[in-house]
């Protein structure tokens, strides 16, 4: 059964950076896309950034030129490098995973900016 783990997150200042890490166990296979979502409270999870094991990505327009995804497909490793964070930002982050079936879930990190 493939687990997804998060680490690195934490309590950061309004324009800081953290970076969050998941490994991806109980698997032998490449998983075709790894990523981040979030949810923000009182809000519905959302798409942050997805990364293809062939390097394409995708990212939310409220990241973009702030956040970089990258991982290590020989490790089903992936990475969230989050820079110039904003209070907006708070919220738990969940490693995502998927490759054809039913996707795979991080249990969450929390990331709260604030002052």
């Known amino acids: 059964q493939v687990q997804l783990v998060e680490s690195g997150g934490g309590l950061v200042q309004p324009g800081g950076s953290l970076r969050l890490s998941c490994a991806a166990s109980g698997t032998d296979f490449t998983i075709t896309v790894m990523g981040w979502f979030r949810r923000a409270p009182g809000k519905q999870r959302e798409l942050v950034a997805v990364m293809s094991a062939n390097g394409n990505t995708n990212y939310a327009d409220f990241v973009k030129g702030r956040f970089t995804v990258s991982r290590d497909n020989a490790k089903n490793t992936v990475i969230l490098q989050m820079n110039s964070l904003q209070s907006d930002d708070t919220a738990v982050y969940y490693c995502?995973?998927?490759?054809?079936?039913?996707?795979?879930w991080g249990q969450g990190t929390q990331v709260t900016v604030s002052s």
């Open positions: 995502y995973g998927h490759k054809g079936g039913p996707p795979y």
